[in-house]
């Protein structure tokens, strides 16, 4: 395991996550008293390595056909252009 690879990835995952609709809907099914808090936990954990085993399961296949670098960058002008849409719409 590249150690490097796999700080980046859960820092800049981590970091992501933090406040985002998942961790919010997960806040709130945990704050139900009546739900088992390992029952929530153990549940979005599973959803989030679903995602994520779906996330690497797509990105390998597109990068069969597509460059990674040129993936990168649409990826990361898709965010931007994102970004000004919400700030605009706001």
Do not use: H
């Not at 739900?35 to 069969?64: C, D, E, K």
């Amino acid at each position: 395991m590249e150690m490097k690879l796999f700080v980046t990835v859960f820092v800049t995952i981590f970091l992501a996550e933090l406040g985002d609709k998942t961790q919010l809907a997960t806040l709130l099914y945990a704050s139900d008293a009546e739900n088992p808090r390992l029952t929530v936990f153990a549940a979005s954990a599973l959803a989030l390595i679903a995602t994520s085993a779906i996330g690497v399961l797509a990105g390998s296949a597109v990068s069969q056909f597509i460059n990674p670098r040129i993936m990168g960058r649409v990826a990361g002008a898709l965010f931007v252009v994102i970004g000004c849409l919400t700030i605009w719409k706001a």
